[in-house]
């Protein structure tokens, strides 16, 4: 299993969310839990990507046989002789980062799985620990480990931080076991739009270009439909609205600041497009005024 998407960031969640990825623990069973029982009946209800955190050395012949990847939990990051062992699976492992651990620390732990032939190392920040009452994300941090090793996000005490995180490089973010629906569709839907905007490159292909124009396409349907809301909104301030308030001055700031934003399009085309977005949007508003409530 390969657990970077190369357009998106990748949803980690309990398996009742329906994210991209499952987790679960087998931490908080302190071995009192038999892991191939457990995640043999996991897998008769679900077939799809699995992410499993062992609570021992024990627990990975149950994981390298059920589950996609290995999840070192962060008070386990400088347990080496774990590191190599889960390494030695085969699986792809995430490494979450012990709550004091330095960066080169952090990175240490990945190569300790490198050094057993294991390259599909990917990192995770889950914060250190502070006088608040949960631990604090290191956003910096992501973004400086981001330069060496992809890095996830553990965002389940705080999901508010997800779009934050996305804009610091993360590729993925975790929201934990007990995580609902709504709150992992929401930050897949937030990873959608932020995708083309953080993405860097070229496509190599026809398909690749077409499948990042899609990505691409995602984001600004829903940032036309977030424009004409607030449009609406204008509209409904303004003592007149509607077409008979338009405020031309204001649309030629507009055009201008996008074309400054766009100078590859130039002042013309954004003026027609602008236009036709400001006025599908005023006839959006007047619809929505007229239909019965």
């Known amino acids: 299993m390969n657990l970077l998407d190369p357009g998106s960031a990748v949803i980690i969640a309990g ?13 908080h069973r302190h071995g009192r839990a038999d892991a191939a029982a457990e995640l043999t009946a996991l897998r008769r209800a679900y077939a799809g990507p699995l992410l499993v955190e062992p609570f021992s050395a024990l627990d990975l012949p149950a ?43 952090w990175l240490s732990a990945a190569e300790y799985c490198v050094a057993e032939g294991n390259h599909e190392v990917v990192l995770c920040e889950t914060g250190t ?43 993925g973010l975790l929201l934990g076991e007990d995580a609902e629906a709504g709150r992992v569709a929401e930050a897949r839907a937030r990873a959608a739009l932020l995708a083309p905007l953080l993405a860097d490159g070229e496509p190599a292909t026809v398909a690749g270009a077409r499948a990042e124009i ?19 909104l204008v509209q409904r301030l303004k003592p007149v609205g509607g077409f008979a308030g338009r405020d031309l001055d204001r649309e030629r700031q507009i055009v201008e600041a996008m074309a400054a934003r766009a100078p590859g399009l130039g002042a013309d085309r954004i003026a027609r497009i602008m236009t036709a977005v400001i006025e599908a949007g005023l006839q959006a508003s007047e619809e929505r005024d007229l239909s019965p409530a």
Do not use: K, Y
């Not at 398996?15 to 931490?27: F, G, K, Q, T, Y």
């Not at 005490?157 to 610091?168: C, F, I, K, Q």
């Not at 899609?214 to 609406?232: H, I, K, N, P």
């Open 15 to 27: 398996l009742a969310a329906e994210p991209d990825v499952a987790m679960i623990s087998l931490r």
């Open 129 to 171: 620990r502070t006088h608040l009452p949960h631990h604090t994300l290191d956003l910096a941090l992501v973004r400086e480990a981001g330069r060496r090793r992809p890095v996830f996000v553990d965002v389940s005490s705080d999901p508010a931080l997800a779009t934050a995180a996305l804009s610091a490089g993360a590729r």
């Open 63 to 105: 994981i390298a046989e059920h589950a996609d990847g290995v999840l070192v939990g962060a008070a386990w990051m400088q347990d080496f002789q774990l590191l190599r062992a889960v390494a030695r699976t085969g699986r792809p492992v995430v490494i979450q980062r012990a709550p004091a651990a330095t960066l080169e620390e």
């Open 214 to 232: 899609d990505r691409v396409d995602a984001a600004l349907a829903t940032l036309l439909e977030r424009r004409a809301e607030l449009a609406g």
